[in-house]
């Protein structure tokens, strides 16, 4: 199975950086995925890394260390419509299933 | 990316009613569909795997019986919840992808309140 921890809420300023935690165990591995998820909305994919290494995406991007079993997701030049849960999900490497964490909750002040 | 569409968007059904939720991959086939369940404030939980041609694999905890899961064409899996009672009341979300390894994309979910 996986276990996946990510921080429950974080509140940052407009214009700021934010960065989202995301650790896991896993008994198998084939990716890991970050998710924007707006209140009452499906997810919406962000990022995807499978190997080591920063990937950016504009003003969004994502590191992943396998060995540690750690990733991030950083968020630069903060703005109110980035105010969302942002989900950390593994993929195993069986049924190819997404394993989410619980969400970050991330709130973007004026 | 990829579009999925689900149908319906919402739905407020009676208890001990059943409810149909159809997810379509529009732009591509998917072989596999996989079901998840959101309560408020909570994370997804899989449901099950919808398989295109067989019987749909369920995670532990989950009524096969009471959630009819059928794949019967490459681009159209469906969800039907049985005897649905309020505490079924929940964000009902279908991925799927291209193939095993691609990003999967989320259909834009159903809302399902029982009363």
């Known amino acids: 199975g996986q276990n996946i921890d990510q921080p429950t809420e974080m509140t940052a300023t407009e214009g700021a950086i934010v960065q989202i935690n995301c650790t896991y165990q896993t008994s198998g591995f084939n990716g890991l995925f970050w998710y924007q998820q707006h209140a009452g909305e499906a997810p919406t994919f962000l990022s995807y890394n499978v190997l080591d290494g920063l990937e950016e995406k504009g003003r969004f991007s994502s590191f992943l260390s396998r060995s540690k079993g750690y990733s991030y997701l950083l968020l630069k030049e903060l703005q109110m419509k980035d105010s969302a849960s942002y989900l950390c999900?593994?993929?195993?490497?069986?049924?190819?299933?997404?394993?989410f964490g619980a969400g970050t909750t991330v709130t973007v002040r004026a | 990316g990829a579009v999925v569409s689900q149908h319906p968007s919402w739905v407020i059904c009676k208890s001990g009613t059943s409810v149909k939720i159809e997810c379509r991959s529009l732009d591509f086939q998917a072989t596999t569909m996989f079901w998840y369940r959101q309560f408020p404030k909570q994370s997804l939980m899989l449901m099950a795997t919808s398989n295109e041609g067989s019987k749909a694999t369920y995670e532990q905890g989950v009524e096969k019986d009471k959630f009819l899961i059928n794949h019967a064409s490459l681009t159209l899996s469906t969800l039907t919840v049985t005897s649905a009672h309020p505490e079924d009341s929940s964000f009902y979300i279908c991925t799927t992808a291209p193939g095993y390894t691609d990003t999967q994309y989320f259909g834009p979910g159903t809302r399902l309140t029982v009363l």
């Open positions: 999900a593994v993929r195993d490497n069986l049924g190819y299933k997404l394993s």
